[in-house]
């Protein structure tokens, strides 16, 4: 950090948003709206962060448009959710606060930036029926298709997602069988929205804010990088940034947001703070942490919640831009019908088709080897799968590239070639296959949780849409790999209820704040949720701009006054 002012600012704005995904930019637009001024800085060449690499949910319990359809749901039952499933690793205060805050900020966009979202009908919470709080549907919302010429010469500087088919909204995917059976979708709406550049999903979401910024003239300087934040001895005052071969300092009359996401494009922040081992990473190369060594010099707190850990797979000659390896999360694969994971005994340790139950599975340690007892871990497949459903980018028909798959006529010889337990995988293998017939999972309840058999079934299989035998060889074996979060991750600045990032003296520090995947997920702990990432973003950007601008929110106080002091 700078601790003496620049000879010359070479810009100027009252608030500096450093990331140009939802956080930073729903921060730069509010305070914009509230009189100031705002400019937004990107490392990358393009807009829309990680938001627009995601799915596109925004998860709010007490939503008002869930209340127009008839549901019934609370911010009360939301946080019953959330606290039930928590561990203990969250906090109150902050639960309550982006509880209360999340369903204004939705309306507060929907009025200002024309954001159009809509209740994704029949998707289920993650813990739904078997965690009190929990909504067979309603919290879930996703925009809905956004036209991207109406962002002008910005079309093409705006993110789009290689992982997930932004042309579709959850509706379109659902009647249409789910992810599992795309071979047999119809492709028309698809193809029409392809030709109309119109975007759903994440790249959808994230184009409503950009044109929200582009129609405030808010300028967004992309390939220009945060280095120090810049402090005058009492306050930051601004930002360090190079831009090229330019050094360019950045002056901040009101305060500095930072939205830059996590930190797992940097391997040693990963294993240090993260505590993950070489994990890869479906985001874009630009994640590398500047939030906790930027806001760290500052002197803010660093927090942490149990890791979100995925597991993925590259197939070959699949690259992001400048040559980085795309590498896809397993997730919708893993629990299909003629599907299972093993690890190096041959064994099944998780329901596959829930994949909470996958990523706390890989951590579990065995003392007296100290060894991760279900890592490394293979997905292993028949025939019948390869016939019926894709397996990332390869579809039914195509050849398993060899470096991504090995295959063998039999178990035996499978597990031979990948070096795991034979007599394991196919004693694994006879006891699914049994489950398969009942539709029964007896040993990890796989297809129980509907969330599951949503994402990551197949609706045209009975009497379980995750179960299905493997007997017909070939057989195959994917060597999975640990990914980080997709920007989701363990570690984070702690914040306050207007988003300051909190200092070691537990006093927020004048004109830093910190929002969205850089914050502490102390909201949430140990949860995490489809959409929360996103809800939090949108949130923490509203609290953010508001306070900055001189109009922070007093929700937080009102509610705790009458909840009584317990909630203080």
Sequence with gaps: MIRSLPQKWHLEADVVAIGSGAGGLSAAITAHNHGATALVLESSELVGGVTAFSMGEVWIPGNHLATELGIDDSIDAGMEYIN?????????????????????ALKYFEQCIDLKMCVVRHLPDYYYPHVNGSTAEGRCLEALPFAAASLGEWQHKTRVSPHVPYSLTHEDIFSNGGLANMMHWDYTVMGERMANDERCAGPGLAAYFVKGALQRDIPLLTGTRAEELISDGERIVGVRAVRGDEELFIKARRGVVIAVSSFERKPTLSRRVGLMIEPKSMVMDTVQGCHLRMAGEAGAQVARVPDVSMLGFHVP????????????????????????????????FSNEAFYRSVYFGLDEIDGMTQSYKNFPCWVIIDSQCREKYPFGSVMPGQE?????????DSLAELAEKIGINSEGLQATVNRFNQFCETGDDLDYQRG?????AIMCGDPKQTPNPN????????????ALQRMAGGGITSSGILIDEHCRAVGWNEQPIDGLYVVGNSAARLDNGALMQSGITNARGITHGYLAGCHIAGKGSDLLQKALAERGEQQA
């Design 448 to 452: 129980t949780y509907p969330w599951g």
């Design 400 to 408: 398993m590239p060899a470096e991504l798959a090995v295959a063998a």
């Design 467 to 478: 179960l299905g035998s493997l007997s017909r060889g070939p057989f195959y074996a994917i």
């Design 317 to 348: 000659g699949e690259e992001q831009e400048d040559g980085v390896p795309l590498w896809r999360g397993a997730l919708p694969f893993m629990g299909l019908p003629h599907t299972i994971v093993v690890n190096k005994k041959g064994e099944r």
């Design 84 to 104: 039930n499933l928590a561990m203990g690793f969250s906090e109150q205060r902050a639960v309550l606060n982006q509880a209360l805050h999340a369903p204004v």
